[in-house]
C-alpha cells in the first residue's frame, strides 16, 4: 500500500516515520539496524544502509573506524526497490538513531543518489557548512570530485538526521551508484575516503588524532 506524503518527502517513497515501517515490515527479514555507542563527538549514521542505497554501509562503517560512533539501517533484500524501506532523512526516526546523533557533538549521514550524468561527484550538504566545504577539500585533495552547492540534495532541512546533533549543523555526503560501487570493491580506495573525510572531522573538532 503506498502511504501518504509529507511535505517534503521523496515523492515515492513508502514510510515517513520508522513506527509506520516497523508495522509492515519485519525486522531481520526486511531490515535491520545497528547503534554503537563509543560516547564520541562524532556519530556517523547510514540511514538506508544494506540494499537500500548499497555501498553506504561499508562506507559509514570505514569512515566511523574504531572510535566514531556509528548507526546503520540497512535493507536485507537486494532486490528489493529502493523507494520501499527508504525513509527521508528529515523524517528518520528510529529511536536508536535519535538517541545516538542527539548526544553527539555532530552527525554525518553518508548516502547514495543515483549516478544520473555524473557517476563520479560526491555532493556535499548539510548546515554545518564550515565542516562540509572542509571535508570537500579533503575529498578533493585526495583525488575525488566533490562539491557543496548547485545540487538537488542539500540537506539544510533542520530535521535531517544529520543537523539533530548537540551543534544543530551536521554534514550529508551523497555518493553516486558507480562510485559507491568502485569503493566497495577496492579496500585501497575506500580507505583513502574514508580517511579524507576523518582528516577533515578531525581537524574540525581541534583534535589531531582519535576522538
Known amino acids: 500500500m503506498k502511504r501518504a506524503r509529507g511535505v517534503g518527502q521523496k515523492k515515492d517513497d513508502q514510510y515517513t516515520s520508522f513506527a509506520e515501517l516497523a508495522a509492515n515490515e519485519e525486522r531481520g527479514a526486511d531490515y535491520d539496524f545497528s547503534a554503537l555507542d563509543r560516547g564520541s563527538a562524532v556519530a556517523i549514521v547510514a540511514p538506508h544502509g544494506g540494499w537500500i542505497e548499497y555501498g553506504t554501509s561499508q562506507l559509514a562503517t570505514a569512515v566511523a573506524g574504531d572510535d566514531f560512533s556509528l548507526y546503520l539501517f540497512e535493507g536485507l533484500k537486494p532486490k528489493r526497490p529502493h523507494r520501499e524501506l527508504h525513509i527521508g532523512s528529515e523524517y528518520f526516526d528510529e529511536k536508536k538513531c535519535v538517541q545516538l546523533v542527539t548526544k ?21 550538504g548539510g548546515l554545518g557548512k564550515e565542516l562540509r566545504d572542509a571535508i570537500a577539500v579533503a575529498l578533493e585533495a585526495a583525488g575525488f570530485k566533490a562539491i557543496t552547492s548547485g545540487h ?20 550529508q555526503l551523497e555518493l553516486p551508484k558507480t562510485l559507491r560501487d568502485a569503493l566497495v ?24 588524532g582519535a576522538v
Open 104 to 124: 553527539a557533538q555532530l552527525a554525518i549521514g553518508m548516502h547514495g543518489r543515483a549516478d544520473g550524468d555524473d557517476p563520479e561527484t560526491i555532493w556535499l
Open 152 to 171: 538537488r540534495l542539500p540537506g539544510e532541512h533542520k530535521n535531517n538526521i544529520c543537523n539533530r546533533g548537540l551543534g544543530r549543523a551536521g554534514v
Open 185 to 208: 570493491a577496492n579496500a585501497e580506495r575506500r580507505a583513502l575516503f574514508a580517511g579524507a573525510v576523518r582528516k577533515a572531522v578531525l581537524k574540525h573538532l581541534g583534535k589531531p
